[in-house]
């Protein structure tokens, strides 16, 4: 190629980058707009809602429905995430507590849902973002809740059952794993290795075909064991990109996990009802009482009625000896006509029942 045709290529581009950055301010403009008016229509003691989950999750899907390329889908909806994000920064910056350090997947997994333009809070434990979100200290809380490889995230689940919490969305990460070091790591001399338990679970037989022998040290994040490992010349970390780049570690090897499509899903937690989207998925938990046949007929209006059932984890109850709570997950609404029938027929037959959240399906 020319130096000419390089130069007007690039004179073309600074005039498309004017435009954009034109309609970009122009959208902020309108969303300033939007917050003015949701100001103005509130009632009296009314608190307003700046933030949209479901409007969101439109906005994204059309984005990637009228995408026409060469950019992919999901790289285009990256984008104006980022975009919707500053915009309604202009309206209210949200406040989202995290399970921390800094550099945790769930710090990931935060700024996929809501983008970057938030003020985030790392918390040293699962609970602490429950408590966060509960004081009101925080707008939203970002929580894993389960892994393909390691399935449910206990702590989580178990931390439903003592908050009043409403789940506002989800969003699903692809956890690559790598093995770093400091540099004065003597790499031929490695004799720990620190990660969180649920990371050493999920790079199990890596670990065991390269490092057979050197301990496995389970600390409570991949980000703290990172953070060891920077002061320490003979330990290494499994953690990913962000705690890598965050604590300036290396990698010795990369996606070291067991199963190539080790995902985890994250929930957001917060206080707002989120009206449906018509592509939206429902949490419930529910205790039935200790008899035979119970789970049976727990699912049978769920099958009847053709709502597809996600998922299904059973925890004790911790209100007695050998009792279960029930945690499930479902396609629909709980304003849709038939959920709200089987939630219904369900609760009839259940000891308790309680609908933690109807929340529009990840789209990212
Ligand atoms: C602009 C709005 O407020 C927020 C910002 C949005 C955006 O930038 O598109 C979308 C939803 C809200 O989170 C709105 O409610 O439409």
């Known amino acids: 190629m020319s130096e000419q045709e390089l130069k007007a290529l690039r004179v ?34 009314e608190v307003p ?7 969101e999750a439109q906005v994204l899907k059309r984005v990637m429905e009228r995408n026409k390329g060469p950019l992919g889908n999901e790289e285009m909806a990256r984008l104006f995430r980022e975009i919707m994000s500053s915009c ?28 970057h333009a938030v003020i985030s809070k790392p918390m040293a434990a699962i609970d602490e973002v429950f408590r966060e979100v509960a004081a ?33 969305g ?21 004799s720990r290795i620190y990660s969180h338990a649920q ?19 389970a600390v409570s994040s991949n980000a703290e064991a990172a953070k060891r490992v920077k002061g320490e010349w003979n330990s290494a970390a499994i953690a990913g990109d962000m705690a890598a780049g965050l604590y300036g570690l290396t990698r010795l090897a990369e996606k070291i996990e067991d199963r190539p499509d080790n995902s985890t899903r994250f929930l957001m937690i917060g206080n707002q009802e989120v009206p449906p989207t018509g592509d939206d998925k429902t949490s419930i938990i529910v205790s039935m009482s200790n008899r035979p046949g119970a789970l049976h007929e727990l699912l049978v209006p769920f099958h009847e009625n053709g709502i597809d059932l996600t998922r299904i984890e059973t925890r004790p109850s911790r ?46």
């Not at 435009?19 to 009296?44: N, T, W």
């Not at 206990?154 to 059952?161: A, E, K, M, R």
């Not at 990371?199 to 040290?217: G, M, T």
């Not at 029938?341 to 609760?347: A, D, K, W």
């Open 49 to 55: 809602v700046f933030y949209r989950p479901e409007r």
């Open 319 to 364: 209100s007695g000896k050998w009792t279960y709570v029930f945690f499930i997950d479902f396609a629909g609404h709980h304003r849709d006509p038939l959920v709200k029938s089987v939630l219904e027929q369900i609760s009839q037959e259940a000891v308790a029942l309680k609908v933690l959240g109807s929340y529009p399906k990840a789209v990212l």
């Open 88 to 115: 309604l920064a202009l309206e209210q910056p949200l406040k989202v507590a995290y399970l921390g350090p800094e550099g945790t997947f769930t710090q990931a997994a935060a700024m996929k849902h809501f983008g």
């Open 136 to 168: 009101g200290a925080v707008n939203f809380g970002v929580v894993p809740v389960e892994n393909s490889t390691e399935g449910a995230v206990n702590h989580t689940l178990d931390s439903f059952l003592e908050h009043d919490m409403v789940i506002c």
């Open 12 to 45: 073309r581009i600074d005039s498309l980058d004017e435009k954009v950055l034109e309609l970009i301010s122009e959208r902020a403009r309108c969303a300033q707009e939007v917050a003015r008016v949701k100001m103005a229509s509130l009632a009296e003691g």
């Open 170 to 190: 989800e969003v699903e990460l692809r956890i690559h794993h790598h093995l770093l070091v400091g540099e004065n790591t003597k790499t031929d001399s490695i």
């Open 199 to 217: 990371s050493l679970a999920q790079c199990r037989k890596w670990l065991d075909a390269h490092y057979p022998n050197v301990e496995r040290i």
